[in-house]
């Protein structure tokens, strides 16, 4: 997207969503025991955009209820 202005986040939220939702099912369906991860970070950021951009993942796997079936990878450095 070239701009937040002309973007419904709350319906692009909630695609993501139910698509991170669909994996969980499948994952069950299959029988895959392993675990999902997110990198939350679109490039190498520094220190702080890299502690935002983690908290808006976590916040977001909590508001869909998504957190029991994902964990974050988060860089120590």
Do not use: W
């Amino acid at each position: 997207y070239m701009t937040l202005l002309n973007t419904d986040m709350k319906r692009e939220q909630e695609h993501l969503a139910k698509f991170l939702h669909l994996a969980v099912q499948h994952k069950k369906a299959i029988g895959f025991k392993g675990q999902f991860y997110i990198e939350p970070k679109p490039k190498e950021p520094t220190k702080h955009q890299y502690d935002s951009d983690s908290a808006a993942c976590l916040n977001f796997l909590r508001e869909y209820d998504l957190l029991p079936h994902f964990k974050l990878n988060i860089e120590t450095n």
